[in-house]
């Protein structure tokens, strides 16, 4: 290659070097110099912790986890699932379980049917034998709320009462 042709091809990469340089240099640093202020303005009010569309948003003021009013389902058999099923409809509307985290587990057995309980963490608060019939278990799921949701509200009350900074609310009981 000639001195020549490279010297031109040299020539040509500074010159698309330099007008590219200065065609970027043209454009606004920030997209937000580049939005209307109409539009700028609106950006900036969804941002805002607090606005008049909603309250200010804050933490969480215990420390614990934000997710509560779980409910797992550890079932197996149609009858055991027709018991989560009942017992949840029952309780999505109960502020006291519906603040909890509530397991339901079930352990089948062929000759007695099914060992059912309702848990929040490592405390039983239901328990019962449910036999293969769907009905019974829907019977079954409305005496568990009441007995859950009791349970609850006496747990909460005895916390309320007793509080000491030395002992978990697992150890308290």
């Given at each position: ?6 010297l031109t091809?040299?020539f040509f ?8 340089s200065?065609?970027l ?13 109409n ?7 969804i941002n805002?912790?607090?606005s ?6 804050r ?24 018991f989560?099923r ?8 109960n ?5 909890a985290?509530?397991?339901?587990n ?7 049917g099914?060992q059912?309980?309702?848990m929040?963490?490592n405390r039983?608060?239901f328990?019962t034998q ?6 019974e278990?829907d ?5 568990a ?21 030395d ?7």
């Amino acid at each position: 290659m000639s001195s020549i042709n490279r010297l031109t091809i040299g020539f040509f990469i500074v010159a698309v070097w330099i007008i590219s340089s200065s065609a970027l240099a043209n454009e606004p640093a920030d997209a937000a110099d580049a939005l209307p202020a109409n539009e700028q303005e609106a950006i900036n009010a969804i941002n805002q912790l607090s606005s008049p569309d909603g309250p200010e948003m804050r933490g969480n003021a215990n420390g614990g986890s934000e997710l509560t009013g779980i409910m797992v389902d550890r079932t197996i058999t149609m009858a055991g699932k027709t018991f989560y099923r009942a017992f949840s409809q029952r309780a999505m509307d109960n502020l006291i379980i519906g603040n909890a985290t509530i397991t339901i587990n079930e352990r089948p057995d062929a000759r007695w049917g099914s060992q059912v309980w309702v848990m929040e963490g490592n405390r039983m608060y239901f328990r019962t034998q449910l036999s293969p019939k769907i009905n019974e278990a829907d019977r079954a799921a409305g005496e568990a709320v009441q007995t859950v949701e009791r349970a609850l509200i006496e747990q909460q009350l005895s916390a309320a009462v007793s509080s000491d900074k030395d002992l978990g609310k697992e150890e308290l009981f």
